[in-house]
């Protein structure tokens, strides 16, 4: 097992390149299934869930390249439509392989998912809504065997609760169907919108991503595209996060302030100073006292669930009290004990995390339970005194490019020991 050594006491400072977002690439790569042509994808992150996806992919019988950060993906060549559990089991998302697989072959067979460290996450609203359109569903022994006579049909769909994979699996299905879908409290998150672009080179027609609303009228086939994947906001967030806490000051490039408005304004309450221009975010903690905020996690554009485990951290190391409620997991604090383990003060009460008064951490041994526990945990060792070792990093690699190696070339003293 990989661990990473983190020295702390450095204040973050320069520049670091943003990556293409892990949350859009997924179903972006997946959206390939529902063409017979060629897909070319560009700022694609190295992650080992992208690593998943294509052999996902790759089983179905798809010819997958994958050169830097650009894959080209040719579904042309699919021979099977069955997601099997070892695959699924190991990325929860692959479960968006269900619509395309059924929009185009009129089967899937795809391993229920599972729950993981943050809650039971379960499929419901995904199968609801294929039923919505069509398909005759069944689960037994731990797969969803789904259906359809010719094509899928438009319907209107209501999601009882607001679903980005759901929205995202529906969206993708309704692009091949015949008749006009509409998606209705649909998910609004900006990777929603990215896929709705990438579907719509493809020759989708989709209107309304964005909105809660998503209106898709079916088409009969669709064509290859090109498509670079937009910047990962919570990659973003995290980085700004990390140079909060050290009291830093870095620039964020090949990224968009818009996408992390309700991360920057919680930034800003923290008394950051952020600016940003086109494309790059600037942060500016030097000489400023970092003072504790209220969250509340929501659907987009609310602030983000996956920000809320490093703003956790960031309240432990702030002056006065901060409380954080998530409201979307019912089991994302994970990152408590071990935070705990390094000197952190927080109370636990439901879904809220109270952290009463500034800490002092101390680098001690802990374990990565989840992706962005693990960013917290890496966030508190570099303001711990000492040297903090977390184990169990493949959680972090899910969805962090080269992040010891980003980290380092802000000044951080981290390194990975491979065992
Ligand atoms: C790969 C990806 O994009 N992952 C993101 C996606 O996950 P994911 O798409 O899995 O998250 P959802 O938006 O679906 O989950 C939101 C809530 O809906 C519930 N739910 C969902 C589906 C369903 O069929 N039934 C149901 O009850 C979930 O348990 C959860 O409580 O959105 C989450 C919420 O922004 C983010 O934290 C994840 O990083
Ligand atoms: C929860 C996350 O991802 P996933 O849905 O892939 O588990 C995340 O990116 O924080």
Known sequence: MEKLLI????????????????????????????TAEQCTYTNVPKLQDIGITCQLLEQFGTEVSANGNEVVINAGTINSTVAPYDLVNR???????????????????????????????????????????????????????????????????????????????????????????????????????????????????????GSNNIEIEGVETL?????????DRIETGTFLVAAAVTGGEITCLNTDYHLVEPVVEKLRDANALVTWDENSIHLDMRGRELKAVNIKTLPHPGFPTDMQAQFTMLNVVADGVGTITETIFENRFMHVPELRRMGATIQLEGNTAICPAKNKLMGAQVVSTDLRAS?????????????????????????????????????????????
């Open 7 to 34: 020295e702390g006491g450095q204040a973050l400072s320069g520049s670091v390149i943003i990556s293409g977002a892990k949350n859009a690439a997924l179903p972006i790569l997946i959206s390939s299934i529902l």
């Open 91 to 209: 990325m929860r998302a692959s479960i968006l392989v269900l619509g395309p697989l059924l929009a185009r072959f009129g089967h899937a067979e795809v391993s229920l998912p599972g729950g993981c460290a943050i809650g039971a996450r379960p499929v419901d609203l995904h199968i609801e809504g294929l039923k919505k359109l069509g398909a005759e569903i069944t689960v037994e022994a731990g797969y969803v065997n789904a259906k359809v006579n010719g094509r899928l049909k438009g319907n209107r769909i209501y999601m009882s609760t607001v679903s980005v994979g759901a929205t995202e699996n529906l969206m993708m299905a309704a692009a091949l169907a015949d008749g006009t879908t509409v998606i209705e409290n649909a998910a609004r998150e900006p990777e929603i919108v990215d896929l709705a672009n990438c579907l719509n080179k493809m020759g989708a027609k989709v209107t309304g991503a």
């Open 223 to 231: 064509h290859g595209c090109e498509h670079s994947i937009m910047p």
């Open 375 to 419: 960013a917290s945990l890496v966030i508190a060792g570099l303001v711990a005194e000492g040297t903090t070792q977390l184990d169990e990093v493949y959680h972090i690699d899910r969805g962090y490019e080269e992040i010891e190696k980003k980290l380092v070339g802000l000044g951080a003293k981290i390194t990975r020991i491979k065992n």
